[in-house]
Antibody, heavy 118, light 108 residues
């Protein structure tokens, strides 16, 4: 079964760091696009970042270099390193597989909650 | 930043047709996909590449994208179609993705 399972969400103080992890099963992260998408409480969905099968990475402009996406092919996982966190980063973070052509998303994880608060 | 807007809510009677729009500047220049999301569940892709249906999605779901507007149409609406629907625009040149604001469909 194709599945994505996120972990690592937690309560963190403003200015802190957090690393999210996404474990993939049923497919290999090295051969697929994998994204992070977030949804703040009461808000809409926001695309965060993507890592291509070839390893290229791209980010939403609003993140201004605070987040870094990476992958571990041996563990079949994708991670999101978040630094200098702000209150407005509070959200459920979803790991999402991109379609073969990269135009959309076809498999979503259940999400992990990140709360940034003092 | 690029924005894509949707009406917050629409309602439809069972068996009738409902259309949901996504609006954005030159949206027709980008591929749009549509998702259905029921409470407590992960989103389900119902349309990709403007008007393509994934396997398993009923023919009742159709879509188009041109100019500044993409439209999802649900024909012969059923109670099970009650859900939130949101569009996703793939801005290929960047690359980036922009979600629509979401529309709650209520089947009365």
């Amino acid at each position: 079964e194709v599945q994505l399972v996120e972990s690592g969400g937690n309560l963190v103080q403003p200015g802190g760091s957090l690393r999210l992890s996404c474990a993939a099963s049923g497919f290999t992260v090295s051969s697929n696009y994998v994204n992070w998408v977030r949804q703040a409480p009461g808000k809409g969905l926001e695309w965060v970042s993507i890592i291509y099968s070839g390893g290229s990475t791209f980010y939403a402009d609003s993140l201004k270099g605070r987040f870094t996406i990476s992958r571990d092919v041996s563990k079949n996982t994708v991670s999101l390193q978040m630094r200098n966190l702000r209150v407005e980063d509070t959200a459920v973070y979803y790991c999402v597989r991109g379609s073969r052509d990269g135009d959309t998303f076809d498999i979503w994880g259940q999400g992990t909650m990140v709360t940034v608060s003092s | 930043s690029y924005e894509v807007t949707q009406p917050p809510a629409v309602s439809v009677s069972p068996g009738e047709t409902v259309s949901i729009t996504c609006s954005g500047d030159k949206l027709g220049d980008n591929y749009v996909s549509w998702f259905q999301r029921r409470p407590g569940q992960s989103p389900v892709l119902v349309i990709y590449k403007d008007d393509e249906r994934p396997s398993g999605i009923p023919e009742r779901f159709s879509a188009s994208n041109s100019g500044n507007t993409a439209t999802l149409t649900i024909s012969e609406t059923q109670a099970m179609d009650e859900a939130d629907y949101f569009c996703l625009a793939w801005i290929r040149r960047t690359p980036s993705y922009v979600f629509g604001t979401g529309t709650k469909v209520t089947v009365l």
